[in-house]
């Protein structure tokens, strides 16, 4: 069994930025009002079931819309950035439905949205707000994928890292953050997107000292990574 600490919430720095890694998955930056989620795929299912693919119940966009109109009413944030793959592609933002239209468009009234490009949605949705392919603010950057070097101070999501681990309560698993002193990870925020284990090479090779994860859900918890990593 991993050893780890059970958290409400965890505070932390990143390059000075004072930041909050939520629950739900979501990022908050109190001294910015700014507030990050990563990899919403935003009409996942409308996708697969027009290329084929498996079919899911059509929910699952409207629950990520919930989950993101909860985060935005919790903080009243001043700006807001969409980590790239808002959309499962670009033809799901352009074919949203009215309604779901007319929710995302009062999220954004009175705020700065970012839209941060995603290699499922290369392009503008044509939804309002600002489409860019990374944005600075400070000592942050934010961006879909992480680099592989120069990645101080960067917050990128595009993996959906997730971690299984035995707890006395039995085996979880749920999505995580994974962190290092120089950058961070976000998990997939919205409904029906998997997820990569938190141990897999794509990820640790991108992670160096003091790497972690922190698993989300209504007690979130630590887990050390690489070689820090013990057993209980």
């Known amino acids: 069994m991993f050893r780890f600490c059970i958290l409400m919430s965890f505070k932390f720095q990143l390059q000075g930025a004072e930041l909050v890694a939520c629950s739900t998955g979501a990022l908050w930056w109190p001294e910015a009002r700014l507030l990050t989620v990563a990899d919403l795929h935003l009409g996942r299912a409308e996708r697969l079931a027009r290329r084929g693919g498996t079919l899911l119940p059509p929910y ?55 839209w941060v490009e995603g290699n499922h949605d290369p392009g503008d949705p044509q939804l309002g707000g600002t489409h860019m392919a990374e944005l600075a603010r400070g000592p942050l950057t934010f961006r879909h994928i992480t680099h592989r070097t120069g990645g101080r101070g960067e917050v990128s999501g595009h993996f959906h890292p997730k971690m299984s681990l035995t707890t006395r309560a039995g085996r979880i698993t749920r999505p995580c953050f994974l962190r ?29 000292l003091g790497a972690e994860a922190i698993l989300t859900g209504p007690t979130p918890v630590r887990v050390p990574l690489g070689p820090t990593q013990q057993t209980a």
């Open 60 to 114: 699952d966009t409207m629950e990520t819309l919930a989950r993101l109109e909860a985060a935005v009413l919790e903080f009243d944030p001043r700006t807001v950035v969409c980590l790239g793959d808002s959309f499962d592609d670009l033809a799901a933002a352009h074919r949203l439905e009215d309604g779901i239209r007319a929710r995302l468009s009062s999220l954004l009234l009175g705020r700065r949205w970012v």
């Open 180 to 208: 290092d002193r120089e950058r961070l990870i976000l998990p997939a925020f919205g409904a029906y997107t998997g997820g990569l284990d938190a141990r897999d090479p794509a990820l640790t090779r991108r992670l160096g």
